[in-house]
C-alpha cells in the first residue's frame, strides 16, 4: 500500500511537471512542422508568464492574466515570425534574440513595476483582498470515493484535484493531431516544412502559413507559462521557465514530430523529474544514482535519440530553411 | 548581382552600424518607458565604465570573456555551425582549471602552472565540445541542439561535482575549496603597480593578454592557415569542400575542438583570475553573449574585440545604472537581445534599403558628374 | 478593331511587353507572343535565354517589371500562382513541386482542397483521378507516398495537379530532361490528347527534335529576347538552331584522329549503390586509353554522376576495380580525392556551383580548392597569400579568364568564365587522366568553343579524357568512342564515327540496335 501511494503521488506529480512541456511540445510542433526551428519556446514561456502574473494580480483574475499570457507569447512569436519568414533571417539567431530579450525584458519591467527584485507579487493575498490563482478542480465524487482503497487513490488523488489547464493540455493532444492529419491546414501545414516551393506554387502563401503556425505556437507556448506562474507558483520568478522550453523541444524530437510521441516524451520527462523531486537520489540495486543523473537523463536520451542509436528522428525536411523563391 | 556594385565597406561598416543604431534606438524606447532618459543613461553608463580605473578594469574584465566566448561562436560559426553550447563548455573549462590549482596549486611555481592551467581549461572545453561535433560529423544529429542539450548536461554534471566531490566538508555553500593563492592569475593593477603605475583594485587580470593574443591567433588560423581554409571550404560549400578531397568530419570536429577550447579559456579569466574557486552557474549567460558579440564583430577577430568591449561597457556601465536610478541591471540582457536581433535575426532588413539607397546616390552622382562634363 | 479583337479571342495566351530584371540581369527584355488556344507551342532556347523566367512571370512565380498578360484576350495581372490557377494555367515545373513524403493523392489534394476537412476532398480527388487516368492514360498509384515513384510517375502527378485544377494552359518546363525515349513518347502523346480536348499546351526545352516532333508553332528566345515565332512544319532543326544562338552552328569541332596508347583507366565490375537502396552503377566495365576522349551519353540521372565521383574518391568503392593510372582501388584500398589527385588524375565536376568553386571566396583560394595543401601553396604554418595570388594572375592571363583579377570574388565571374577558371585549375596541374563533367553547362557560346578546343588539346598532347554529358551534340563532336549508359549500366560502346542521334536516342532508352550489336561482334571476334 505504501508502494502504491508513492507511486500515485509520483504520476500525480508527472502530470503536474509534464503540463507545461505538453503545451510547448505541441506549441513547438506547429512551428517546426513548417518549417521554422524553434528554439524560442523558452522565452515564449517566459514572456508569458511574467505577463500572465502581472495581468493577474492587477486585474485580480486568472483570466485575464491567462489573456494577457497568451497575448504577449503570440507577439513574441509574431516577433519571430518577423525574422524568419518577412526577413529569411537565421532561425536559431532569432531564437537566442527571443530568449534573451524575454529574460532581460520580464526582469526589467517586473523590477520597474512591482520593486520586490524581478518578482511580481504573490497572487494569493488574503491581507489585501488578492486572489487571482486558478485553484485546483475537484471532479465530481472525488471527496466521497477518496476512501476507497485503490479507486480511491487513482481517481481522486491521481485524476481529480488538478488544475484546469491540466485536463486542457491532455485535451489538446488528439486535438491536435486531428488538426494536423484530418485538416486542410495541417496538410498545408505538413506541406510548408516538407517543400515549401511546392506549397508555394500550389497557390497556397507560405509566409501566410508560417505566420499562422507561429500564432498558434505562441498561444500553446503561452498556455504553458500561464500555467507556471498563475496556477503553479502564483506568482512569476526571475527565469522560471528554467530550461522547460529547451526540454519541450527535446520531448517534440523525442516524440518525432508527432503529437502522442510528444505527449509520451513529455510524460517520461515529467516522471524523471518528478522522481527527481521527491528522492535525493535513487538506488538501484545497491548502486546510488545521484539527482542530477535523473535530472540530465532526459538531455542524454535526447542525443542519443539523435545520434540514431535508438530509432530514428527525421526532421521535416525544409526546416531552418528560409523561403526564398529562387532564380531559374 | 547587385553586390558587384555596391562597395564592402557599405557591408563591413554601414550596414552593421545601422543594425546597432537600430538595437540602440530600440533600447532606447525601453530606457524611456523606464523613466530614464536614454542620454543620461549613456553618460551615467559612459562614467561608470571608464570613469575611473576601477570602472575599466571591470569593463575590461567582462571584455577579456567576451573576446573568448565570441571568439568560440565565430570559429565554429566559419565552419557553418551554431556552437549555442559555449555556456556548458566554458563551465566544464572551469572545472578543468579548477582541478589544476586545485591540485598543483601551492606545489609548484606559478609560471609552471599557468601553462598547465590554460592547458587544461582548453582541453576540457575542447571536450565538452568533441561529442557534439562527432556526433554532427559522424552521426549527423544537429549541432545546435545537442550544444543547447550538452549545456544542460554539464550544469547538471557540475553540480553533482560540487556537491558531492569538490565541496569542502563541513561548508554550507556549493562551491569548491579557494584555490592556493600562488596560483592565482595576477590581477592587473598588482602588475602594474609592481611598474609604479597605481590602479584602483578590479578584476581585471593578465587573461587579457591571452584573450587578445587568441583574437590574433584566431585571425591567422582562419585566413592564413590551410586548416583555416578546410574550415571556411567546409561552412561555405560542404561539397565542393568533399570534391577538394577536405575530410568534412575531421574538418568539422577540428574547428568544434578550436572552439570548445576558446570557451574553455573563459575559465581563466573568471575563475583562475577572480573568483578562485568553482561556483555554481559562473558562467551565467555569458556564453550566449557570445553569440551577440560574434554577430556584431560579423566573426571577425578584430571586430570581436570590439564589441567585447561595447559590450564590456554595457555590463559595467549597467551596474552603474542601478545605483543611479534603481533599475535591474538585467536591462542590459535587453540591449543584448536586441543586438542579437537586428545585427543577427533582422541582418537583411537593412541591407535592400541601403544598397538601394547607396545604388541611387552613386547613379546619382555619376549622372551629375556626366552633366557637368 | 473587331478583327483584332477576333485575333485576341483565338489566343489562350497573349504577352505584351513583358519585361523583367533580377538586380543586373535583365532576364526578359519586351517580350510580346501570342500562343493559339488548342495547340502546341513550343519555346526554345539555350541555358540562361529566359524561358524558364518567362513562365514563371506567366504562372505567377515572379511579378513583370512591365507588360500585360492576356488570358482568352483580356488583360489579367498575375500577382501570386493562386491567380494563375484561377485563370485555367497549370504548371509542370523542372524540378517537381511534389510533397515526397506525401501520396499522389494529398499532393493533388494539395491547395485544392473542397473544405475544411480533408476527407471529402480526397474522396472527390480519388473518383477525377480515375476517371482523368483512364481519359489520358495518365496511371498513377494514388497511395504510396510519392518518393516511391519513378521520376516519369512523378511527372504525372504533376500533369494529373494541373488537371485537377482545371487547367486549360498547361505549361511544361524541360519536362524531357529527366525522362527515357519511351516516356517522352509517353508524354508527347498525353499533350496530344490534351490539345484535342481542347487544352493550351506551352512546352519549355532546349531540344530541337522534340519541338519538331511535338509542337504546332514555336517561339525561339535568345539572351532575353523573343527573336522569332514560326510554324512549325515551315521551319528546320537548322534553322532553329541558328536562330538560338545567333549564327550559324559548328556541329562538329575540328579535330584530328585520336592515337589511343595504353590504358589509363580501367574499371571492372563497379557496383555503387545508395544509401536509400538503389544501384546507381550496376556493374560497369569501361577502359580509356591514353590520347583518346571516351564519352558517357545518357539522360540526366542515370548514374554519370556517381561514377564521377567514384572515380574521383568522392564516393567510396563498393565492389569492382578500378586501375586509375597505374594504380588499383578497390574496396580494401580506397583512395580519397586528394589522393587521386596526387596521381595525377583531374576532375572538372558537373556543377561549378555546387562542387568546382566555392562562390564566396576570392578567384585565387578558389583556384587552389583540392590543391591547398601543395607545397608551393604552404609554409610550415602560414600559407603563402602572395604566391597563390601571383600564381593565379598568371593562369588568368594564360587562359584568358576576364576580369583577370584574383582578388575578385567567384561568384561576380560569368558562367564561362568561372568555368575556364575551374579547367584552367584542373589542366593546370597536367594530369594523365581528365575526367571531365558536363563541360559547357550554363556557358555562353564564346566559351563552349574555347573549352571544346582545350578538352581536345588535352588528348592531342595524349591524355586519357573521360567525358560525360547530357548534350548529345557535344559528346558526338569531341568524343572518340561513345559509351552510353542506362540505369547505372553500359548500355553499348559506339566508334564516334559509327554514332548518330538515332543509335544513341535507343541505346539511351536501354535499345541496342543491330548495327551496333554486330559492331560489338566484331570487335570482341
Known amino acids: 500500500m505504501e508502494a502504491f501511494n508513492s507511486l500515485i503521488l509520483i504520476l500525480d506529480a508527472t502530470l503536474r511537471v509534464a503540463t507545461p512541456l505538453i503545451f510547448a511540445a505541441l506549441a513547438g510542433m506547429f512551428s517546426e512542422r513548417t518549417g521554422i526551428v524553434n528554439i524560442a519556446l523558452e522565452g515564449k514561456i517566459l514572456a508569458s508568464a511574467f505577463a500572465g502574473a502581472a495581468a493577474a494580480y492587477v486585474t485580480n483574475s486568472p483570466w485575464m492574466g491567462l489573456l494577457a499570457g497568451v497575448m504577449v507569447s503570440v507577439v513574441f512569436a509574431w516577433m519571430h515570425a518577423f525574422a524568419t519568414v518577412t526577413h529569411n533571417g537565421d532561425h536559431v539567431v532569432s531564437g537566442m534574440a527571443i530568449n534573451i530579450l524575454a529574460a532581460g525584458l520580464t526582469a526589467a519591467l517586473g523590477n520597474f513595476w512591482f520593486k520586490q527584485g524581478g518578482n511580481t507579487p504573490n497572487l494569493v493575498d488574503p491581507f489585501n483582498d ?117 526540454m519541450a523541444l527535446a520531448a517534440l524530437i523525442f516524440g518525432k514530430w508527432r503529437p502522442r510521441g510528444a505527449l509520451l516524451a513529455c510524460l517520461m520527462f515529467g516522471i524523471l523529474q518528478a522522481i527527481a523531486d521527491r528522492s535525493q537520489g535513487v538506488s538501484l540495486g545497491g548502486f546510488a544514482i545521484p539527482v542530477q543523473a535523473i535530472e540530465a537523463l532526459p538531455y542524454v536520451l535526447t542525443v542519443v535519440l539523435l545520434a540514431g542509436f535508438i530509432g530514428k528522428a527525421i526532421p521535416p525536411k525544409a526546416i531552418g530553411r528560409p523561403y526564398v523563391k529562387e532564380r531559374e | 548581382m547587385s553586390q558587384q556594385h555596391v562597395p564592402a565597406w557599405i557591408h563591413v561598416i554601414v550596414i552593421p552600424l545601422a543594425n546597432i543604431l537600430l538595437a540602440s534606438f530600440a533600447a532606447g524606447l525601453v530606457f524611456l518607458y523606464l523613466d530614464i532618459n536614454p542620454l543620461d543613461a549613456v553618460s551615467t553608463m559612459a562614467y561608470g565604465a571608464f570613469g575611473d580605473s576601477y570602472g575599466w578594469g571591470y569593463t575590461l574584465y567582462y571584455t577579456t570573456s567576451f573576446i573568448f566566448t565570441g571568439l568560440a561562436v565565430a570559429v565554429a560559426f566559419h565552419c557553418g555551425l551554431f556552437n549555442i553550447g559555449g555556456e556548458g563548455q566554458a563551465y566544464i573549462g572551469a572545472l578543468g582549471v579548477g582541478l589544476v590549482c586545485l591540485g598543483l596549486g601551492g606545489h609548484v611555481p606559478f ?43 554539464a550544469s547538471a554534471l557540475m553540480g553533482y561535482l560540487l556537491v558531492e566531490v569538490l565541496k569542502p566538508v563541513g561548508t554550507m555553500s556549493v562551491e569548491s575549496a579557494v584555490f592556493d593563492q600562488a596560483s592565482w592569475i595576477p590581477k592587473m593593477w598588482e602588475v602594474l603597480g609592481f ?179 | 478593331m473587331t478583327a483584332q479583337t477576333d485575333v485576341a479571342a483565338q489566343m489562350a495566351i497573349e504577352l505584351r511587353g513583358i519585361d523583367k530584371r533580377f538586380g543586373a540581369v535583365h532576364a526578359n527584355k519586351h517580350i510580346d507572343l501570342q500562343v493559339e ?67 499522389a493523392l494529398e499532393n493533388v489534394v494539395l491547395g485544392a482542397e473542397r473544405g475544411f476537412l480533408i476527407n471529402e476532398s480526397m474522396d472527390h480527388a480519388r473518383a477525377e483521378l480515375v476517371r482523368l487516368a483512364k481519359e489520358y492514360g495518365l496511371d498513377v498509384p494514388l497511395d504510396v507516398p510519392v518518393e516511391r515513384l519513378s521520376v516519369g510517375l512523378q511527372q504525372r502527378i504533376e500533369i494529373l495537379k494541373a488537371l485537377y485544377r482545371g487547367a486549360r494552359i498547361l505549361i511544361l518546363d524541360e519536362p524531357t530532361g529527366v525522362l527515357t525515349p519511351q516516356e517522352t513518347e509517353h508524354l508527347f502523346k498525353v499533350l496530344d490528347s490534351l490539345k484535342e480536348q481542347g487544352t493550351t499546351v506551352m512546352l519549355i526545352t532546349h531540344k530541337l527534335q522534340e519541338i519538331m516532333a511535338a509542337t504546332d508553332n514555336v517561339s525561339v528566345m535568345r539572351r532575353g529576347e523573343m527573336v522569332a515565332h514560326v510554324k512549325t512544319r515551315e521551319t528546320s532543326r537548322e534553322q532553329l538552331a541558328e536562330l538560338m544562338v545567333g549564327r550559324k552552328v559548328l556541329l562538329r569541332v575540328e579535330k584530328g584522329e585520336p592515337n589511343p596508347a595504353e590504358k589509363l583507366l580501367e574499371v571492372e565490375g563497379l557496383t555503387w549503390t545508395a544509401s536509400d537502396g538503389v544501384v546507381k552503377l550496376d556493374n560497369v566495365n569501361l577502359n580509356v586509353r591514353a590520347g583518346e576522349i571516351v564519352g558517357i551519353a545518357g539522360v540526366s540521372g542515370n548514374g554519370q554522376s556517381e561514377l564521377l565521383d567514384v572515380l574521383s574518391g568522392i564516393k567510396n568503392v563498393q565492389s569492382g576495380t578500378i586501375r586509375l593510372n597505374g594504380h588499383e582501388i578497390n574496396q580494401g584500398h580506397q583512395l580519397n580525392p586528394s589522393q587521386v589527385r596526387d596521381i595525377k588524375v583531374g576532375h572538372i565536376p558537373e556543377d561549378r556551383h555546387k562542387m568546382g568553386l566555392i562562390n564566396s571566396f576570392n578567384a585565387d583560394e578558389a583556384f587552389i580548392l583540392g590543391f591547398h595543401r601543395k607545397p608551393e601553396y604552404n609554409g610550415k604554418i602560414f600559407t603563402k597569400r602572395q604566391a597563390i595570388n601571383r600564381d593565379c594572375a598568371e593562369k588568368m592571363d594564360k587562359w584568358d579568364v576576364r576580369p583577370q583579377d584574383p582578388n575578385l570574388k567567384t561568384a561576380n565571374f ?9 579547367i584552367a585549375r584542373e589542366m593546370e596541374q597536367d594530369p594523365d587522366v581528365l575526367l571531365v ?72 532508352a536501354n535499345i541496342v540496335p543491330d548495327e551496333v550489336k554486330a559492331l560489338q561482334q566484331e570487335a570482341s571476334a
Open chain 3, 37 to 103: 488556344k488548342g495547340t502546341i507551342h513550343g519555346i526554345v532556347g539555350e541555358n540562361g535565354a529566359g524561358k524558364s523566367t518567362l513562365m514563371s512571370i506567366i504562372y505567377g512565380f515572379y511579378e513583370a517589371d512591365e507588360g500585360d498578360i492576356l488570358i482568352d484576350g483580356k488583360v489579367t495581372r498575375i500577382t501570386d500562382s493562386k491567380i494563375a490557377i484561377a485563370s485555367g494555367i497549370g504548371m509542370v515545373h523542372q524540378h517537381f513541386m511534389l510533397i515526397q513524403n506525401m501520396t
Open chain 2, 111 to 153: 609560471i609552471i602552472l599557468l601553462p598547465i592551467s590554460i592547458i587544461a581549461a582548453g582541453v576540457f572545453g575542447a571536450a565538452w565540445a568533441l561529442i557534439p561535433a562527432w556526433l554532427q560529423a559522424y552521426r549527423g544529429s544537429h549541432i545546435v541542439i545537442t550544444t543547447i542539450m550538452f549545456n544542460f548536461i
Open chain 1, 130 to 246: 488578492i486572489d487571482a490563482r486558478f485553484s485546483p478542480i475537484t471532479l465530481p465524487f472525488a471527496d466521497q470515493l477518496a476512501d476507497v482503497p485503490v479507486i480511491g487513490g487513482l481517481y481522486s488523488e491521481l485524476i481529480s484535484g488538478h488544475f484546469l489547464l491540466v485536463y486542457i493540455a491532455l485535451a489538446a493532444v488528439p486535438v491536435c493531431w486531428w488538426v494536423m492529419f484530418r485538416t486542410r491546414f495541417g496538410l498545408r501545414m505538413r506541406a510548408v516544412g516538407e517543400n515549401p516551393s511546392a506549397v508555394d506554387t500550389a497557390g497556397i502563401s507560405v509566409a501566410g502559413m508560417r505566420y499562422l503556425s507561429l500564432t498558434i505556437c505562441g498561444v500553446l507556448a503561452g498556455l504553458a507559462g500561464v500555467y507556471l506562474s498563475v496556477a503553479v507558483t502564483a506568482q512569476f520568478l526571475p527565469n522560471m521557465s528554467a530550461g522547460k522550453g529547451y
Open chain 3, 414 to 422: 560569368s558562367g564561362g568564365n568561372q568555368q575556364k577558371l575551374v
Open chain 3, 437 to 508: 563533367g558536363q563541360p559547357t553547362r550554363g556557358v555562353d557560346i564564346g566559351a563552349i568553343e574555347a573549352i571544346h578546343n582545350r578538352i581536345i588539346q588535352m588528348r592531342d598532347k595524349g591524355k586519357a579524357v573521360l567525358l560525360v554529358s547530357v548534350e548529345l551534340e557535344e559528346i558526338m563532336s569531341l568524343a572518340d568512342r561513345i559509351l552510353v549508359m542506362f540505369d547505372g549500366k553500359i548500355v553499348g560502346e559506339v566508334p564516334a564515327s559509327k554514332a548518330n542521334e538515332q543509335i544513341l536516342g535507343l541505346m539511351m
Open chain 2, 195 to 373: 611598474f609604479g603605475i597605481d590602479l584602483q583594485k578590479s578584476p581585471l587580470n593578465l587573461s587579457i593578454v591571452w584573450a587578445i593574443l587568441c583574437a590574433a591567433g584566431v585571425y591567422y588560423f582562419i585566413w592564413q592557415t590551410r586548416w583555416g581554409y578546410e574550415i571556411r571550404s567546409t561552412g561555405q560549400n560542404s561539397s565542393a569542400a568533399e570534391y577538394a578531397g577536405i575530410n568534412l568530419g575531421k574538418t568539422v570536429v577540428l574547428a568544434m575542438l578550436v572552439s570548445g577550447m576558446l570557451a574553455g579559456f573563459f575559465a581563466l579569466n573568471v575563475v583562475q583570475g577572480e573568483a578562485h574557486q568553482i561556483k555554481l552557474s559562473l558562467v551565467n549567460g555569458m556564453g550566449f553573449t557570445g553569440i551577440a558579440v560574434a554577430l556584431m564583430g560579423r566573426n571577425h577577430p578584430l571586430g570581436i574585440v570590439i564589441a567585447s568591449l561595447l559590450f564590456g561597457f554595457l555590463y559595467q556601465g549597467g551596474g552603474e545604472l542601478q545605483f543611479e536610478y534603481g533599475v535591474d541591471p538585467r536591462i542590459i540582457v535587453v540591449l543584448q537581445g536586441l543586438v542579437i536581433l537586428f545585427s543577427g535575426a533582422l541582418e537583411k532588413m537593412m541591407k535592400h534599403p541601403i544598397e538601394k539607397l547607396y545604388l541611387k546616390l552613386a547613379s546619382g552622382s555619376k549622372k551629375s558628374a556626366a552633366a557637368e562634363a
